[in-house]
């Protein structure tokens, strides 16, 4: 059950412990809130149910402090573990205690009535959850007034009995008003939150937009206004924390308040010890590391607080579909794509849908287009370290002569078009540009290199320009100025320390070196490590020759030299308008399936292992830096260097708002862990987070040599004048041209703003 869309008065702290039982009862508690946060409600409930008697005995059958919440919370955890029958005389008996102690128009009445209908109508007892609903709406209505997030919880579980009961014309208008509730709470109130605390607000309201979505693909139709709410959901949301963030970050280092600059710069610092002391080894951390992230969330709040007033964080709140649609020409189109779990009225399905948002500059309302499935989009996407053939096979359409029948056999020719474009065709006729925004596993897939069924690409036809979200159209543009750059190439993984010691010495400043390693085994670690790569070093100067011709200041890094300090040092004012990297990069896909397996594997966990097994997607990807093969394979370093395994974590901790531009000339750089609307988390996250406009990745490992030639392409048609996105869009016609019939070669790259 996805818990958090329909009932209020979770499981919280009770704050008030009983003096004379407070140690049993405060182990107990903690406990069931664990069990309750692993989804394990029927052992929360019986631990609640345990303390039910002593609690009713010592403050009384009438006691709204203790008794009653923990009445209420049993209840929660009896329903949440389909023990309905348990549950109805919890939720019964709280309602009781509310109504009488404190009225039929106190909010928390309000609350257990609305608890008490939700298992009324999971038990299929429509008709008696209906009254308890309409009455939980009106309390909240005139007790906390229609602008309340409460009574918007309340519109919203209304609307979806009247869902279940078939009722879609009852329906639609509360989902509607629901949904414009919860998106000026999110203007009003969102930039006044710490990043946390924005996070955990997302996730306490997020499914009541699955169900939003869910109602309208049912329903839906081209006269329905319905989809200009749904567009403009994704247009607040889709990145919402990232941007907000962001936004923050680039008023408080533009103003001239140099208290608040000092702040955000302790905050930096702050964090990216509590990364240095992440990627230790659990065995090896000698501090705890709840006390510094309480602290950075503390710094946080005191930021927003004092940099809430600024109009810039707030205009990304304000901006609607009639702005995008302002923006575009008549050959134009933006689309935003959107994946939500599907909810049927009545349960939540194991499917997760695609559908795409379709806005032409014609347009009277955006049109909403469904797609597909997700576990079809999972067979049609190959996997990124599936190979050469695999890759073709999945864009291109058709097999080889040489390709393995297995390979054939696991991708459907020509899938991604049917599922992705084809359903969009109608739509797009005269269209010559596409700005689309991804959601989901589209943020892995190539979408230049599809091919039609004419045999076409779909960059033949369209002009595709990736955006983090549409909304970036309706905000100012202008080409950035380019001035300098930093190029990294021929970067030597395999070192010795001492010559990291020397290079490390040249940026001197705050001790930092809280990761370094000391582990006397190199028991279970990475024995691998990184191999030099050979094209880089040619590549990073041809490249830098190219910069230097037009003017641009250039500084190269190699060898020895391009170590991870280096590349920190680039953080505030120092930052470049360009960062080329052409080394290594990883990223791991999260494989554990619990907390305390986690915490086994990583007690001891040395070498590249501390990466793969992290909870964090920004520490499971990253890129390679000098002398990186030394903690990768598990062996020490001495203090006073950083590790050489540069994360995307430690990117967002940097300050790089004066860079325009960033090339990962690395391998996989655009994967990540995708989570809901804040898209792929890692690298990408990383540098976004960190203020960089422009970011150029890979979504799979392109051969050397065809690497370099894609970096030369792109940055001579960019230097000969062309826009950015115009020069990226050009450099994969060239490309396309030089390998037809091999995406594999060149379509991994992408360009996202």
Same mark, same amino acid.
């Given at each position: ?12 702290v ?8 407070s ?24 631990l ?31 329903h ?28 928390? =009445? *309000? #609350?257990? &009535?609305? +608890? $008490? /209908?939700?298992l009324?109508?999971? %038990?299929?007892? @429509?008709?008696? !959850?209906?009254?308890l609903?309409?009455?939980a ?11 309340h997030?409460? =009574? *918007? #919880?309340? &519109?919203? +579980? $209304? /609307?979806?009995?009247?869902?279940? %009961?078939?009722? @879609?014309?009852? !329906? ?22 710490s ?15 699955e ?7 049912r ?24 941007n907000?963030?962001t ?6 280092m533009?103003?001239s308040d ?9 905050l ?10 992440q ?11 709840s ?24 205009q ?30 009545k ?17 009277t ?7 597909c ?31 393995e ?28 540009t ?26 033949d ?14 905000l ?8 300098s ?9 395999d ?9 490390a ?11 370094a ?60 308008s ?22 086994q ?21 990253g ?5 990186g ?28 708002m ?45 051969p ?6 894609f ?5 001579r ?32 790259f992408?360009?996202?703003?």
């Amino acid at each position: 059950m996805k818990k958090s869309v329909f009932v209020t008065g979770l499981l919280v702290v009770l704050f008030f412990i009983p003096p004379s039982y407070s140690q049993d009862f405060s182990i107990d508690i903690q406990t069931a809130k664990e069990y309750y946060n692993k989804g394990q409600y029927a052992e929360a409930a019986v631990l609640f149910e345990k303390w039910l008697s002593p609690v009713k005995e010592e403050y009384g059958a009438m006691d709204t402090s203790i008794y009653a919440p923990l009445l209420s919370r049993a209840g929660i955890c009896f329903h949440y573990s389909g023990q309905y029958k348990k549950a109805l005389p919890y939720y019964e008996e709280t309602t009781k205690i509310y109504k009488a102690v404190l009225g039929e128009k106190h909010p928390d =009445y *309000a #609350t257990s &009535l609305n +608890n $008490l /209908a939700l298992l009324y109508q999971d %038990m299929g007892n @429509y008709s008696a !959850a209906l009254p308890l609903y309409e009455e939980a709406l009106n309390i909240r209505k005139e007790a906390l007034g229609t602008d309340h997030p409460d =009574y *918007a #919880t309340s &519109l919203n +579980n $209304l /609307a979806l009995l009247y869902y279940a %009961m078939g009722n @879609y014309s009852s !329906a639609e208008p509360l989902y509607k008003q629901a949904n414009l509730i919860m998106n000026q709470n999110i203007e009003d109130n969102f930039s006044f939150l710490s990043p946390k605390e924005k996070e955990n607000y997302i996730n306490t309201i997020g499914y009541n937009y699955e169900v939003y979505n869910s109602f309208i693909t049912r329903f839906y139709s081209d006269t329905s206004d319905f989809c200009n709410q749904a567009y403009n959901n994704e247009l607040l949301q889709k990145g919402l924390i990232l941007n907000s963030i962001t936004a923050q970050q680039e008023v408080i280092m533009k103003s001239s308040d140099t208290a608040l600059i000092n702040d955000y710069n302790t905050l930096l610092s702050l964090k990216q010890q509590i990364v240095s002391w992440q990627q230790k080894p659990v065995s090896e951390r000698t501090i705890d590391l709840s006390v510094l992230e309480t602290q950075a969330n503390d710094l946080e709040k005191i930021l927003t607080r004092e940099s809430s007033d600024f109009a810039q964080i707030k205009q990304q709140f304000s901006i609607k579909w009639q702005d995008v649609k302002q923006i575009l020409l008549p050959d134009e189109s933006a689309i935003e794509f959107i994946s939500f779990d599907y909810h049927n009225g009545k349960k939540w399905t194991d499917s997760t849908l695609y559908c795409a948002l379709v806005l032409r500059s014609f347009d009277t309302i955006p049109r909403m287009v469904y797609l597909c499935e997700e576990s079809q989009l999972k067979k049609a996407i190959p996997k990124t370290d599936g190979g050469k053939d695999g890759i073709n096979l999945a864009y291109r359409g058709k097999r080889s002569e040489t390709m393995e029948p297995a390979i054939d056999s696991v991708y459907s020719r020509g899938a991604l078009y049917g599922l992705i474009w084809k359903p969009l065709d109608s739509l797009l006729q005269g269209i010559k540009t596409v700005y689309f925004a991804p959601s989901g596993l589209l943020h892995r897939v190539a979408m230049a290199a599809i091919t039609c069924p004419d045999s076409t690409l779909l960059m033949d036809r369209y002009n595709l320009v990736q955006l983090s979200s549409t909304r970036t159209l309706a905000l100012p543009e202008k080409e950035p100025d380019i001035r300098s750059a930093v190029v990294y190439g021929g970067i030597q993984y395999d070192t010795d320390t001492a010559s990291l010691l020397t290079e490390a010495a040249k940026y001197p400043g705050e001790e930092n070196n809280l990761m370094a390693y000391h582990h006397p085994t190199t028991k279970g670690a990475d024995r691998n490590g990184f191999e030099y790569l050979e094209g880089a070093q040619r590549e990073a100067e041809q490249i830098a020759d190219m910069l230097n011709k037009k003017g641009i200041t250039v500084t190269t890094y190699s060898g020895t030299k391009a170590n991870e300090e280096s590349f920190q040092a680039l953080s505030g004012d120092h930052a470049p308008s360009v960062i080329h990297l052409s080394t290594h990069g990883f990223y791991f896909p999260d494989t554990i399936t619990s907390k305390q397996n986690r915490e086994q594997l990583l007690f001891n966990a040395i070498g590249g292992q501390r990466f793969r097994l992290s909870d964090d997607p920004l520490l499971r990807s990253g890129l390679v830096m000098a002398g990186g093969n030394i903690v990768w394979k598990g062996k020490p370093i001495p203090a006073g260097i950083e590790d050489g395994i540069l994360t995307a974590k430690e990117v967002s901790n940097m300050n790089l708002m004066n860079t325009q531009l960033v090339v990962l000339s690395a391998c996989q750089t655009g994967l990540g862990d995708v989570k809901g609307n804040e898209g792929v988390e890692g690298l990408l996250r990383g540098f976004k987070m960190a203020g960089v406009r422009y970011l150029m990745m890979s979504l799979w490992e392109v051969p050397d040599d065809e690497t370099a030639e894609f970096m030369e392409t792109f940055y001579r048609e960019w230097l000969s004048g062309k826009p950015m996105r115009q020069a990226f869009l050009d450099t994969q016609k060239i490309m396309r041209s030089n390998y037809k019939g091999e995406p594999y070669k060149w379509a991994a790259f992408v360009m996202v703003e």
